[in-house]
């Protein structure tokens, strides 16, 4: 293929959406594409690390619908990196949207262990709304504010009705489940609470088929294979971007000039911009020159950005049953359903309210989940506060003063700087029109200036699958092609 064109073009970030861009542009013929990434290292959002001997996930953990629609289920198959389980037919057919979430175990704060069966009514009424919340069956019904609203107000409703027959403290208790099972799903949303999500905005987000599964060697795994078809030399590490200038009105032979923290200036005719959401809301005023147009910053910081952190903690033997996957801490002293604390510097431990299973061959690895202002807070709590804080909450629930932990390993990525949180979740008065402004390009339709100067890929400008990792490799692509198609005319590929 002859290329006629041949622009400069500067992805910035080389996490998924970065590599994803950047390979896609060297496949379609185009020479003068780099990566600058501000860290020693490729991946972003997707770390894996050790807690001893085993893997741990920093980042992301699951390929989420992994089945023939998800691009990451593929690439980790071809590469074969993936157990032979996750890709039998039965896996990927399978709707999780229907599914319990793993074999649970139950402990309550008096340090009982409560049993699976008993527990289960409070499972099935928060399925249950969920699914009927996430395909927005309430569209008509615009009393609810938000998501957080609307449950609270049905399990209300539901449990009133349907646990009529049931005693006051059997009620009470499955209720703390149902909390127990809220504060979970401000992890998946990285939402300080399910209030701030909006009811509408919920349903833009698209399940795909297939039953959750990891990547047993480490999510990173599928990084290096995708950094191993790049040119060896495309990626320069430790080069974080500090302003994109735009629209060079002078006598510069390119529309972009990228400088960098060291002060040197990368001239570029197209830049793909991959930093994470968190990181936009923070530095857009010095990251841009000219600002940003105010439709599109006004849509940026309307978006939210919220934190969900991971807590490993090891121990000497494990306590849970062999076949347990979630175990779920269940506070018998909350009066409401809840999914926030009232005083976080005191009580954030109470958001963690459930920990999943780490796969090890010689280790007993357990994966704490928080999320919201009380994960923001817990990164800054000491180390040694914080492994006390843990013990006395296992201590707590199991009932066993015995149980030994042998070692923490927490994640902290509302502190990291090049990315202030953990990913994109909608938020109350969410519009379509916000998603299309975060992924217009510069300059912004209408103007008669060099047309995708500057292009927006990542994560949260996915309408359909943001806070995913498969989200992130479509915007890649998406931007790619906005390029391969702007030039196919030039390049005889129209
Ligand atoms: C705790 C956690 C758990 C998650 N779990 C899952 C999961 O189970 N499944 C799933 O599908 N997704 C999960 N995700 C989300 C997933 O990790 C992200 O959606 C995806 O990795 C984002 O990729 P990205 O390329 O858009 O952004 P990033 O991976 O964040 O890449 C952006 C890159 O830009 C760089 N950068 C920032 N500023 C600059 C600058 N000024 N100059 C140069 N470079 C810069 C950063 O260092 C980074 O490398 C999780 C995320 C977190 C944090």
């Not at 959406?17 to 542009?25: E, F, K, S, V, W």
């Not at 999500?197 to 297939?210: P, V």
């Not at 013990?391 to 066993?400: K, M, P, S, W």
């Not at 299309?436 to 100067?453: C, F, H, R, T, V």
Request: glycine share 6%.
């Amino acid at each position: 293929m002859a290329v006629n064109v041949d622009p400069n073009i500067v992805v910035i970030g080389c996490g998924v959406a970065g590599i994803a861009a950047a390979g896609r542009l060297v496949k379609a013929g185009f020479r003068n594409v780099r990566i600058l990434e501000a860290t020693a290292r490729s991946g972003g959002r997707i770390k894996s690390g050790r807690l001893g001997n085993t893997i741990v996930e920093i980042g992301a953990s699951y390929i989420h619908g992994p089945s023939e629609e998800n691009p990451i289920f593929c690439l980790a198959r071809d590469y074969g990196l993936l157990h032979p389980e996750a890709l039998t037919a039965e896996n990927q057919a399978m709707d999780i949207a229907e599914c319990f979430p793993g074999v649970p175990n139950w402990f309550s704060s008096s340090g009982q262990r409560l049993s699976s069966e008993h527990m289960k009514p409070a499972l099935e009424i928060f399925i249950e709304l969920l699914d009927e919340t996430s395909q927005n069956v309430n569209k008509e019904n615009t009393r609810w504010a938000s998501v957080g609203h609307f449950m609270r107000s049905e399990i209300q409703q539901r449990t009133a009705e349907r646990w009529k027959d049931k005693d006051a403290t059997t009620r009470a208790l499955l209720r703390c489940a149902i909390s127990a099972r809220l504060k979970e799903e401000c992890c998946t949303n990285a939402a300080h609470t399910m209030d701030e999500i909006d009811l509408s905005g919920f349903e833009m987000y698209k399940d795909l088929c297939g039953l959750d599964c990891m990547i047993p060697g480490g999510y990173e795994g599928l990084i290096d294979s995708l950094m191993s078809e790049l040119p060896t030399d495309l990626v320069s590490f430790n080069r974080p971007v500090r302003c994109v200038h735009w629209n060079n009105t002078d006598k510069r032979e390119t529309a972009v000039t990228v400088e960098c923290h060291d002060g040197e200036g990368i001239a570029a005719d197209h830049v793909i911009l991959t930093v994470p959401l968190g990181y936009l809301k923070k530095n857009h005023s010095t990251l841009f020159s000219p600002p940003l147009p105010a439709e599109k910053l006004l849509s940026i910081q309307s978006q939210a950005f919220g934190t969900c952190n991971k807590i490993f903690i090891e121990f000497d033997s494990p306590w849970w049953d062999t076949d347990t996957e979630v175990i779920y801490f269940v506070w018998e002293d909350e009066e409401d359903i809840v999914d926030q604390v009232s005083d976080i510097s005191k009580f954030w431990i109470r958001k963690m309210s459930f920990f999943t299973v780490v796969e090890s061959s010689d280790s007993h690895v357990l994966c704490g989940w928080i999320a919201g202002l009380e994960s923001e807070y817990m990164e800054s709590v000491p180390e040694e506060e914080l492994r006390s804080s843990i013990t006395q909450l296992i201590h707590r629930f199991t009932g066993n003063p015995r149980i030994v932990v042998r070692r923490i390993l927490r994640t902290q990525w509302f502190h990291d700087p090049w990315t202030y949180g953990s990913y994109y979740h909608t938020t109350i008065g969410f519009s379509k029109k916000d998603m299309e402004n975060m992924m217009a390009p510069l300059p912004m339709e209408g103007s008669q200036s060099q047309p995708l100067q500057v292009l927006f890929a990542g994560e949260a400008t996915h309408p359909h699958y943001y806070s995913t990792v498969h989200g992130a490799l479509l915007t890649g692509w998406r931007e790619a092609d906005r390029l391969i198609s702007h030039y196919a005319p030039q390049r005889g590929t129209a």
